[in-house]
Nanobody
Framework: QVQLVESGGGLVQAGDSLRLSCAASGVAFSYTHMAWFRQAPGKEREFVAA????????PYADSVKGRFTISRDNAKKMVYLEMNNLKPEDTAVYYC??????????????WGQGTQVTVSS
């Protein structure tokens, strides 16, 4: 059974940084594309970043470009999202997803439980 577990969320101030982590198990992680999405209250789940199994990055969402960086460690079965210069509009539940580099959440079959990121102004 494939499992994804996110961690690293929290309450920060605008301009701060956070690093989210996603631990994968039960999957051939080294050959699995991975992505991060987020969902704010009352809004649809939106694509943030994706990385293919070789470490190549898909284009970031415009809203996070230049501030967020996705990376992975295949040996540890981990994917990360480094978030810098956080803004209040980054407040959301952040989800790790496996299986694609698509911007559409419908193309992903496995999701983590999410980790809350709250950015105060």
């Amino acid at each position: 059974q494939v499992q994804l577990v996110e961690s690293g969320g929290g309450l920060v101030q605008a301009g701060d940084s956070l690093r989210l982590s996603c631990a994968a198990s039960g999957v051939a992680f080294s050959y699995t594309h991975m992505a991060w999405f987020r969902q704010a209250p009352g809004k649809e789940r939106e694509f943030v970043a994706a990385i293919n199994w070789r470490g190549g990055r898909a284009p970031y969402a415009d809203s996070v470009k230049g501030r967020f960086t996705i990376s992975r460690d295949n040996a540890k079965k981990m994917v990360y999202l480094e978030m810098n210069n956080l803004k209040p509009e980054d407040t959301a539940v952040y989800y790790c997803a496996a299986g694609s580099t698509s911007i559409s959440p419908q193309n992903y079959g496995t999701w983590g439980q999410g980790t809350q990121v709250t950015v105060s102004s």
